[in-house]
């Protein structure tokens, strides 16, 4: 679905992040991107749509070169989700932010209204339609934002720190969502990001360090070598750090992702 | 000590729609010197507002509310305020959207100089909060906007650590920064409150990360208090944060459930991660059935650690007692 | 605060000028200029004013909110009146102390000068008391829309304005928390001499700036992530619908303006 091949990237009168990154992404697969601070893990996402341009180096989605003649068919298959929920929000209501992007696709009005009131039904934002955003919660906005990428009937999502700002509440409704387009829309999921339930529930963790994809692994893997997940500034939740820190101790445990497995690894009932 | 003290407290925005008539209302808060305190409660609680109380920003409409020798009432505009305000410290969310000078140590300088030190005092301050945040002098020089998101962060506390308040007030410090910086943080806040005594008053809607830092709870609800007290005490009354729409950490919940399963206290549980793993060695058969080493073993050093039960920072248990006993009237009971 | 800056001046209603197009709206104002500009005679200016008068008062928003509307233009209207009472003479002297005169004349331009000021202000104030910001700037793009032919955007000045719009409340709140910050830090906006309040708002310039660019930043980027392509041909959500009643309420202008040059 993804494929990069030896790209290499620097930011003007800057050091190049990127020398000669290729990263393959299958369909359907959702993959997180972690890394130390500044090694270039949204400057990796936005290259994927166009965003940004690599120096050297070939990206395609879905068989489509990610080039100037073909950024705006890249764009179609693409929703990428920003950390600033208000950063996001253009218009000045929800009903015209939800319709944004179908109007730069220069959808009919008719059309518009029907897809508009499917997603808001979809992802309970009905009611908020003619709501400012001013008047909404962090997580609102974003759940507003995803139904302005989910109108555009992408293949691919990408969400670039889209949780961190959010409370935990709003926080675990987004992982919901992402299970959800995961399982029922079979999408492709790229998220960068530090939380750690968030990079568990996911296929694959990528590490971008020093220009490189410096590892390749499934999650448990990465919060198993214990340095490099710290390197990347991510903390294992309580249970799977208790389960790991056991297992150290001699116990014969298995590394468990939360508290419920955890209890029942210990008092088998 | 009461260093805080809210009586019926309430604030209601001034031309604001009448939807949301009080931001805050029927507030009763103590806070005692010397304790790490952590405000919890979703968006739109009265958190923020009540914070802004505490140096003054805001005045109450309602109740009054006292701060070390000063007290603001309903209806009384109170101006001048600068002795309050180099006493307490206020740091806004985002602080480091609020740096403007061209150097960290202008910035640093700026409070202490607005609060009447000399160039030379303020310098001198302005290079002691910097260690007290544990950056490198090296940083006085640079550009506040040239520094990363965890340093910038720490930068911006340090702009209020210079004015060396007693008490310190944070709102949602932690928020977007990456877990470990997170830790980092709170850690930081944990010694200025043990070494230098000093009062940490901190909002945050993630209690996992405080649950072991912190001495006191508050939950907020819609603009009241719906709980104060303390680790232990919330332990027994987890329906309290479900109501406040705040996520149990794992930790309490793993205790509960340790607890239902073995008959002990919670109280008596740890909270660091390797007594936890200790612990549980302990407590269920695993260990000693499955792996053959016996687990008590590895450290015998129990008096230094810290449980559940207790405050985070190694108090005599009398003054315990006796801060408990201060707690305000309202605890638990509103909603 | 926060409403007031959303919403801008619009009055929430249901009357048939809240329901006008907007470019109807828009065009009567630009007749309603042109009519104050001719009127030059007091019997020009009394029918205009009656003409206003019944439309203001079939917009079914308090008559004093017009009048409150033209506040801010007093010093202005004052300012024109003693302009116009010295320095224009004719008709009979009222007042004579050396050169300096005062004539009839003087002080009947003087009254009809702040007159037609206060009719033009308080009458078009209706124009955003009736109509919401969407539905201005919609009637503002397709008003400049014949402004293409010779190189000027339409569609990129009515994003600029949705785009204002969106953000100004947005950007007040950040530079009141500023505000507060610095308070929290010794330096008290309302402690302070004049002088010095000068100097705290350009240091609040610095953050607010970088601020703004940071956000106008990412903005971008979100808008090109969704498709965006500058003057790219796009449809619309919201549409203008010009029914007989938007004919009706032109062709009553155009009438009165009519009136006014035969007489």
Known sequence: ?269 | ?335 | MQTRMIMGRYVEGDSWIHRLDPRAKLGAMVLFLVAVILASRGLELSILTAFAVVVLLSSRIPFTRYIRAAKPLWPLMAFMFIFYTLFEHGGDIWLQWGSFRITSEGVLLGLFAAWRMFLLISFTSILTFTTTPIALNLGLESALKPLSIVGVSAQSWTMMITISLRFIPTIFQEAEKLLKAQASRGADYQDLKLMDKAKMVLTLMVPVTVGAFRRAEELVMAMEARGYVLDAPRTSLRTLTWRAADTLFLLLFVIMLSVMIVL
């Not at chain 1, 059309?111 to 339609?129: F, G, H, N, P």
């Not at chain 2, 407290?9 to 604001?16: M, S």
């Not at chain 2, 505490?54 to 002795?83: H, R, W």
Request: proline letters at 5%; charged letters at 25%.
């Open chain 1, 1 to 269: 679905m993804i494929r990069m091949e030896q790209i290499a990237f620097h930011y003007p009168k800057r050091e190049a992040l990127f020398e000669n990154l290729s990263l393959h992404i299958e369909k359907g697969q959702w993959v997180s991107i972690v890394g130390p601070n500044g090694a270039g893990k949204s400057t990796l996402a936005k290259l994927i749509n166009g965003l940004l341009s690599p120096a050297a180096g070939q990206i395609q989605v879905d068989g489509l070169p990610v080039t100037r003649e073909h950024v705006d068919e890249v764009r179609k298959k693409v929703g990428y989700l920003f950390q600033n929920p208000d950063n996001q929000f253009i218009a000045t209501t929800v009903r015209d932010d939800i319709a944004f992007g179908l109007e730069n696709r220069a959808i009919p009005r008719e059309e518009m209204l029907d897809r508009i009131q499917e997603v808001a039904v979809e992802l309970q934002i009905a009611d908020w339609l003619d709501r400012h955003p001013a008047s909404l919660s962090g997580g609102q906005k974003q759940r507003v934002a995803i139904a302005g990428l989910l109108v555009l009937q992408p293949d691919i999502m990408i969400w670039d720190e889209a949780t961190s700002m959010l409370d935990e509440r709003s926080k675990q409704a987004m992982m919901e969502q992402l299970k959800e387009l995961h399982q029922n829309r079979n999408m492709t999921i790229l998220s960068v990001t530090h939380d750690a339930e968030e990079i568990l529930a996911s296929e694959r963790a990528i590490v971008i360090k020093n220009g490189q994809v410096a590892a390749d692994m499934t999650p448990l893997e990465l919060f198993e070598q214990e340095e490099l997940a710290y390197e990347c500034k991510l903390m294992p939740p309580f249970a799977l750090a208790l389960s790991m820190a056991m297992k150290k101790k001699g116990c014969r445990i298995a590394p468990v992702q939360d508290e419920r497995e955890l209890v029942n690894a210990i008092w088998p009932s």
């Open chain 2, 1 to 335: 000590m009461a260093i805080v003290t809210c009586r019926q407290l309430g604030y209601r925005y001034r031309d604001e729609d009448s939807s949301r008539a009080f931001a805050l209302h029927g507030v009763n808060l103590e806070l005692e010197q010397g304790l790490f305190y952590a405000v919890l409660g979703s968006t739109g609680s009265g958190k923020s507002t009540l914070l802004q109380h505490f140096n003054g920003i805001y005045q109450p409409s309602e109740g009054e509310i006292q701060v070390l020798d000063v007290t603001f009432q309903a209806g009384q505009k109170k101006k001048g305020l600068k002795e309050l305000r180099s006493r307490v410290g206020l740091v806004f969310q985002f602080p480091e959207q609020q740096l403007f000078e061209e150097t960290v140590e202008k910035d640093l300088m700026f409070g202490p100089i607005q609060f009447g030190k000399s160039k030379e005092a303020a310098r001198e301050a302005a290079s002691k909060a910097l260690a007290e945040v544990g950056l490198s002098r090296e940083l006085l020089e640079r550009s506040p906007f040239e520094l990363s998101g965890g340093q910038i962060r720490k930068v911006a506390i340090a702009t209020v650590l210079a004015s060396e308040p007693e008490l310190i007030v944070l709102d949602e410090p932690t928020a977007t920064l990456d877990p470990v910086s997170r830790h980092e943080l709170i850690e930081l806040l944990q010694e200025l409150r043990r070494k230098e005594g000093r009062t940490v008053v901190m909002v945050t809607h993630r209690l996992d990360e405080v649950f072991c830092a912190a001495d006191r709870f508050v939950l907020m609800k819609e603009g009241t208090i719906t709980f104060t007290g303390t680790r232990q005490e919330l332990l027994e009354s987890p329906e309290r944060l479900a109501e406040a729409g705040i996520v149990e950490p794992q930790m309490m919940t793993l205790a509960l459930e340790a607890s239902r399963r073995t008959g002990l206290p919670v109280a008596e549980m740890p909270c660091e991660l390797d007594d936890w793993a200790e612990w549980l060695m302990n407590h269920s058969g695993l260990a000693s059935g499955q792996s053959g080493q016996p687990a008590h073993a590895s450290d015998p050093d129990d008096d230094n650690r810290t449980a559940l039960g207790q405050p985070a920072a190694h108090e005599p248990i009398a003054e315990e007692e006796q801060a408990g006993e201060l707690r305000p009237a309202g605890t638990g009971e509103e909603g």
